[in-house]
Structures are given as structure tokens and as C-alpha cells.
């Protein structure tokens, strides 16, 4: 089964289903993709990974984000945008990305999301 992981920060927005997008560099997921969302139950790519549950890939479209943060790609409200995306504003997911501006790469969105391991 195809998968991403994901950081500690974002768990509980996931599991309660307030975070149901993530932003990739590029990605094996397509629309109608049944896909698991993983973490690292310690050091990254040094230990096993545990389920957080799999969803439904419901879209998948590019995105940039330039080097001054501003989104391209996306026709939405970048408020909205970020917090689908489990942060709490626009700037704070800018923050995120930080030094890795600028971005171009790939939203996925899901819905039906089931909790523990396939």
C-alpha cells in the first residue's frame, strides 16, 4: 500500500480529522488511491513505522509556494488552505517551510479516514 509520513506535530489534527491534506515534493498517490498515513516510532528511517490509519485520496493537484510565500496552483483561500493542512494560519505554514522556500510541489487531500493499521 502506498503511504506518507508524517511528524509528530501533526498526529492529533489527523486522528481527529482536522488535517486532511499534506503537501509533498512528489507523490505515488492518485485520486481514488486507498493510501496509509505512517510515523516513525523513533528515529527517522532507524526504527519502525506505526499506523495512524489509511484514507481516500480525494485530490491531487500542484502547488507552489514562492520564496515570499505566496501559492500558486490553488484557487482557494490560503487561510483555509493551511489549516486543512493542520496549521493554525497562513503564516505559520509558511514558517513551516522556512528556508525550503520556494516549493513546488504536490497537495493531496483525503477524506474517509479510518484510524489503526490496514
Request: hydrophobic content about 40%.
Given at each position: 500500500?502506498?503511504?506518507h509520513t508524517f511528524l509528530p506535530q501533526f498526529h492529533a489534527g489527523?486522528?481527529?480529522?482536522?488535517?486532511?491534506?499534506?503537501?509533498?515534493?512528489?507523490?505515488?498517490?492518485?485520486?481514488?488511491?486507498?493510501?496509509?498515513?505512517?510515523?516513525?516510532?523513533?528515529?527517522?528511517?532507524?526504527?519502525?513505522?506505526?499506523?495512524?490509519?489509511?484514507?481516500?485520496?480525494?485530490?491531487?493537484?500542484?502547488?507552489?509556494?514562492?520564496?515570499?510565500?505566496?501559492?500558486?496552483?490553488?484557487?482557494?483561500?490560503?487561510?483555509?488552505?493551511?489549516?486543512?493542512?493542520?496549521?493554525?494560519?497562513?503564516?505559520?505554514?509558511?514558517?513551516?517551510?522556512?528556508?525550503?522556500?520556494?516549493?513546488?510541489?504536490?497537495?493531496?487531500?483525503?477524506?474517509?479516514?479510518?484510524?489503526?493499521?490496514?
Open positions: 500500500m502506498k503511504y489527523i486522528l481527529a480529522g482536522t488535517k486532511t491534506q499534506t503537501l509533498r515534493g512528489s507523490t505515488r498517490v492518485s485520486i481514488g488511491d486507498r493510501f496509509a498515513l505512517r510515523h516513525w516510532t523513533g528515529r527517522p528511517y532507524g526504527s519502525p513505522m506505526g499506523h495512524l490509519g489509511t484514507a481516500m485520496a480525494v485530490g491531487v493537484g500542484r502547488v507552489s509556494l514562492d520564496e515570499y510565500g505566496l501559492l500558486s496552483g490553488c484557487t482557494e483561500d490560503p487561510e483555509q488552505f493551511a489549516k486543512r493542512d493542520g496549521f493554525d494560519s497562513w503564516a505559520a505554514l509558511v514558517a513551516h517551510f522556512g528556508k525550503r522556500l520556494p516549493f513546488d510541489g504536490v497537495a493531496i487531500r483525503w477524506a474517509g479516514f479510518v484510524a489503526g493499521a490496514p
